[in-house]
């Protein structure tokens, strides 16, 4: 029974979205090849997995073991590359408006933030285009309810732990550039807003912690 356990955990699922036809600057060709990049990831996952529970197998866990050490330091970047593709997927839908309803629970919780939902996407999108590969993030932290937003490099550097993810940006270039140039990360940011399903981040708010993505918001 241990090892049917032990195979659930390390073994995940590729997610499916069904909230992702017809959105508003980002076409079925960016979409499908995004899903096809989080794919990726969801296999790698596994692979590095297996492998680190081989060559735990093998006696080789040690910090002195230089593949034992590199696979370990690669499973930040895999996991969020997974899990942070979900939240990605997951906070798009079409036929949204730019900001959230006026009194909705978000609309609310972002004004008290920032003082206005005005400042607080004036912020999200200043650090949407920030040098670099990476995300754009508001969370709220648990232990306080205060919400705040985060640059992430790649997939593993600025998460901070336990925050519970409400909005997800991807900014990586493979996020836009079948639609846009390089050069255009603002228009992808222009479409992105026009696309967030802003009632996902009601549910959120009002869940005590983190809830991975599991298919369309
Ligand atoms: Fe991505």
Redesign the pocket.
């Given at each position: 029974m241990i090892h049917a356990i032990h195979s659930q955990a390390t073994g995940y699922q590729e997610q499916r979205f069904f909230n992702l036809q017809g959105l508003d600057g980002i076409s079925p060709p960016q979409i499908g090849e995004?899903l096809a990049?989080?794919a990726g990831y969801v296999r790698q996952v596994n692979v590095l997995n297996d492998q680190l529970a081989a060559l735990r197998a093998q006696g080789r866990a040690s910090g002195r073991d230089a593949e034992f050490a590199e696979l370990t330091r690669r499973l930040g970047f895999e996991y969020n590359?997974m899990i942070?593709?979900e939240y990605?997927f997951s906070s798009l839908r079409a036929g949204s408006d730019p900001r959230p309803p006026s009194g909705s629970p978000i609309a609310l919780a972002l004004a008290e933030a920032y003082g206005s939902v005005e400042a607080w996407q004036t912020d999200f999108r200043a650090i949407g285009g920030m040098r670099g590969v990476g995300w754009v993030l508001l969370c709220q932290d648990p232990s306080t309810g205060r919400l705040t937003n985060h640059w992430i490099t790649l997939h593993q550097d600025g998460v901070p732990a336990g925050f519970k993810p409400l909005l997800v940006m991807?900014v990586?270039e493979?996020?836009f550039m079948r639609d846009y140039a390089a050069t255009e990360r603002g228009r992808y940011i222009d479409a992105f807003f026009r696309n967030v399903a802003w009632p996902a981040m009601d549910r959120r708010l009002r869940e005590p912690c983190a809830v991975r993505p599991a298919s369309a918001a």
């Open positions: 995004h990049l989080y590359g942070l593709h990605y991807d990586w493979h996020a």
